[in-house]
């Protein structure tokens, strides 16, 4: 220890002698200004976020001048290097010589700071050498642990709030009996600069361990680490894309359990948030109360369906199936016409589509009314509902909609409200008569799908307004089929692509618990 004491000393001696060009014992403001020139360098090239650094750096240098006299002598500066592992490191000396020791990187504060492992307040010299002397932090967090985690493998693990600490484990957490550990995953382009600001609050609110960024490698890591859990929540910060995305991926991971999802709606559409009462889109109200709207939410069963989709002519490919899973609706003609053209356009200039996104799908679903490209589409396919032909030719459609939840559009009914005094008692396996499907009721845990026709863009704007009360009602059944005869566009969760012709399956999946807040809750 005294020979690393002698090693920084030293080197502060020198440094300080190679700024002070005049010779007279005293770093001044111009040469002080040179050290803060010097230390944005080091940390362009550390790889820092130096947006908000350089007047971070002048308050650390000002906090070193003790006797406030507007310069800094020698013993000012290496008093106070010595006691600054930022400073330390911006000015080239190398503090990790092995594994265990702190390497530190800058990140955004506010005040006061606290320990992330036992929620201490930490103290030190003003922003800078902030540290916590808990039994929990110190050189020695390779062999010593917090009681509730334990070491698995070689990663990272958390320490402050303002400064990440790169050590030597991953852990894995026991929780504390009785409780219900929440996951959290946010998607940071979700909602413009709406995700990035809640990554960074629930990262303040909740241990880091709990709270992933998926586009720092996905939603794997948090999975993983809590894969031994027996009880937790998880929430999904985005749109029904990033919900679709972490759904997939628990069905694809070795959990113990399969966790409950609930939804922190961003962005524009969010329709199954909506009807699980979510709402349409978060306004900024308070996380730590979202927090136990959560906790005190109730758990629904929700039916999930498998998408299968065989090329009449193996060799005319066309677009890849964004997925092969439903969880919201598949649809194919007009809707689906106006979001290819709006994700076309999206490639090919995303600067352009950051905010006004519906503005775009105004205009694209204007340009679709009059081109009509959908048009007579009852002479492009057929459908079957478990061996039952369903009959099109009474009506002049432009789109097929296959419903497994009650919200489509950012907030459309097609199928519409069904009076509960004329639900039918027992669910049949396929209806196709016109009257009977007028007392159908929509249910995403019935293990069947509602299947309607849309006659036109304007139809859908009528009904998104109100001034229809829902689409045409074709069948409710547990297995389609669809058969196409020319290239159509088609989407499956608000996710389009073109699609040469085919036969289209829809299939049960499986169900899942998902967390649903009673149903007069609003965000904001």
Known sequence: MQSIYYLYNTYLADTFKLYDKDDNGHLDSKEVDKIVTQMMQAAEYLGWDVTELKPVLR????????????????????????????????LGLKVAEKDGQHVWRLKNFNRPTYCFVCQNMMLGLRKQG??????????????????????IDMLMFFCLNYYYLIVVVVVSIFPVKDTNPLLVFVNPKSGGKQGKRVLRKFQYLLNPRQVYNLDNGGPNPGLQFFQN???????????????????????????AIRPPVAILPLGTGNDLARCLHWGGGYEGSDLTEIIKQIEKSILVKMDRWSLHVIPADTADEGDPVPNDIINNYFSLGVDASIAHQFHVMREKNPQKFNTRNKLWYFQLATSETISASCRNLKECLTIECCGVPVELSRLALEGIAVLNIPSMHGGSNLWGETKSAEKLKKRQEVTVDPDALEMCSQDMNDKLLEVVGLESVVEMGQIYTGLKSKAHHLVQAAHITIRTYKTLPMQIDGEPWMQPPCTVSLLPDSARSTPAHPKDFQWG
Not at 132 to 151: A, K, P, Q, T, V
Not at 229 to 253: E, F, M, N, P, S
Request: charged content about 20%; proline content about 1%.
């Open 59 to 90: 308050d650390m240098l000002k906090a070193i001048d003790i006797d406030s006299s507007g310069t800094l002598t020698q013993q000012e500066w290496i008093q106070g290097g010595l006691n600054n592992i930022p400073l330390l490191v911006l």
């Open 229 to 255: 859990l027996h009880k937790c929540r998880v929430l999904v910060c985005g749109g029904d894309g990033t919900v679709g995305w972490i759904l997939d991926a628990i069905d694809k991971a070795d959990m």
């Open 130 to 151: 902030l540290s916590c002397n808990c039994e929990f932090i110190n050189d020695n967090l390779f062999y010593l642990i917090h009681e509730h985690i334990f070491n």
